[in-house]
């Protein structure tokens, strides 16, 4: 044998370890990628499943002020020795309302309650002046079918409007409006979430783009003073569309959060921020 040589020997002992080493190194990797996997998958799960549990209370909360606001309308109309043939009536559930709405308004959380006859005149107003249009009104005389509404100015409210029938013909329609912000609170009570109300505005065309892309205004949300700033970024860098139905997660400063759009009304959609540090 040359000097300087060098020959490597294994028993079959050595070999056996080694090729146990690999086969358990492998099936080690393949486990560890597999687990990997199935908690990825389980995590995506269940960040869908609280993604519809956030919707569905939403909504829920959203039938259950509508089911308030009606339930006040059928109060109203069971006052009974409604009159229908005077020209200028003085009715008997309007005057209960004149003499008790400061403790209907705090007991049923109404912000405005309106009277129209069946020509779709307001006859009589209470609270605050918000009904911006009765054509509406007019849509659910004509339909006999009550009506369910989201509009927003500064703030948003919820409007039902009621027909009102006596002796099987609608003889006027009551409009009953209370606030979002009730909705809201409850909402965030309720998941420890973030909420806000988004109200499609028209197209725009953004960067010379001849596709044109919904335009939104927010009208309302929960922790403003946090969340304004998430939105101004997104509506500034992303298209709202993106997020329809569809969660995306965004990271801003040094808070992640989890974004979602989704209809509560056929007139208003809602973005759901969550945050997390």
Not at 90 to 100: G, I, K, R, S
Request: hydrophobic residues 45%; proline residues 4%.
């Amino acid at each position: 044998m040359t000097m300087g040589q060098h020959h490597f020997f294994f028993s079959l002992r050595w070999k056996l370890a080694i090729l146990f080493g690999c086969v358990f190194l492998i099936l080690h990797s393949v486990f560890s990628y597999v687990m990997y996997l199935e908690a990825k998958e389980n995590f995506a799960a269940e960040r869908r499943n609280v993604e519809t549990s956030h919707i569905n209370v939403a909504k829920a909360l959203m039938e259950d002020s509508y089911a308030i606001l009606e339930q006040f309308a059928e109060l109203l109309s069971l006052i009974d020795d409604f009159p229908v043939h005077e020209k200028h009536p003085q009715h008997q559930v309007l005057t209960a309302l004149d003499e008790n709405w400061p403790q209907w308004q705090l007991s049923w959380g109404m912000e405005n309650v309106a009277y129209f006859d069946k020509q779709s005149v307001r006859v009589r107003n209470w609270g605050s002046e918000l009904i911006t249009s009765d054509a509406p009104v007019k849509q659910v005389l004509q339909n006999e079918a009550p009506a369910h509404l989201v509009f927003c100015s500064d703030s948003c409210f919820l409007q039902a409007i009621i027909p009102l029938k006596r002796k099987s013909e609608t003889v006027g329609a009551f409009s009953v409006i209370r606030s979002l912000a009730d909705v809201l609170i409850k909402y965030q009570r309720a998941t420890a979430a973030d909420i806000g109300v988004l109200i499609a505005q028209g197209m725009d065309a953004k960067n010379g783009s001849a596709a044109s892309q919904p335009v939104f205004k927010l009208s309302g949300m929960t922790a403003p003073e946090k969340n304004k700033p998430v939105f101004d970024y997104i509506a500034s860098q992303h298209a709202l569309t993106k997020f329809f139905g569809h969660s995306k997660t965004l990271e801003l400063g040094d808070s992640v959060y989890e974004i979602i759009v989704f209809p509560i009304h056929s007139s208003a959609k809602t973005c759901l921020p969550n945050s997390y540090k």
